[in-house]
């Protein structure tokens, strides 16, 4: 499978391009068109119960849809619910990737995905306790609201990002959740919760927009009645 991106970075669409025969997984729902003859069948990858932890522990849909290319090939657009950005991580077979709720998009194949336990305190920072566990060779295709960043940190190095910007990282790297201020009135002043810290090494995905905090301001502007 190939990827191809364009409108980028706000309304970014990936083109899956498959060779023939060739099958991809794809979120349900994400799907905006395909060439003529791309067969595809929706199921819960692994049975009802590994559906409903997917859906209600990780974050993502029920059903995933697997499309398949035709005998002369074909393509997939796909595209997230919210504008932002698309990036391609391209896994080698060796090193796994940990992508928060509702960041993964697309992915090979030979890409296996599995619902992880990402921590006790990480059910406390916003993005739920569960993460979708990604492995194998291929290319995996995560979303995000806003424009994504790529933070890369050498053998030791730290940073600190906030629970709600994190999109997807490699599962080298190190992380501890932790509040950015004590007590609930400094965090009500400072409009922050949870942030964590990463050391590495390894790569980390970031978005520039928080999903929760969009959820929020939505909620704030419906009449109460």
């Not at 997984?25 to 068109?33: D, K």
């Not at 919210?82 to 990737?97: A, Y």
Request: charge should be neutral.
């Amino acid at each position: 499978m190939q990827v191809q991106l364009r409108h980028q970075p706000a309304f970014t669409v990936a083109r899956l391009m498959l060779a023939p025969g060739e099958p991809c997984q794809v979120e349900s729902g994400a799907m905006s068109a395909t060439s003529y003859g791309v067969h595809v069948q929706s199921s819960t990858q692994g049975g009802m119960m590994k559906g409903l932890g997917r859906a209600v522990l990780g974050g993502e849909s029920l059903f995933i849809s697997t499309y398949t290319a035709p005998q002369n090939g074909g393509w997939v657009d796909v595209a997230p619910h919210l504008p932002g950005d698309v990036q391609v991580i391209n896994l080698d077979g060796r090193t796994g990737w940990c992508v928060t709720r509702g960041c993964w998009l697309a992915s090979s194949y030979g890409v296996q995905t599995q619902t992880k336990w990402g921590g006790f305190n990480k059910l406390f920072g916003g993005e739920g306790g569960f993460l979708t566990y990604a492995t194998g060779q291929g290319p995996l295709v995560v979303a995000c609201y806003g424009a994504m960043d790529l933070v890369t940190l050498q053998q030791g190095e730290m940073v600190t990002i906030d629970s709600g910007h994190v999109v997807a990282y490699a599962e080298t790297v190190q992380s501890q959740l932790r509040k950015v201020s004590s007590g609930i009135i400094q965090s009500l002043k400072s409009g922050e919760g949870f942030v964590f810290d990463f050391a590495g090494p390894g790569q980390i995905l970031t978005q520039t927009r928080n999903p929760s905090a969009l959820a929020a301001w939505v909620i704030a502007q419906v009449p109460s009645r």
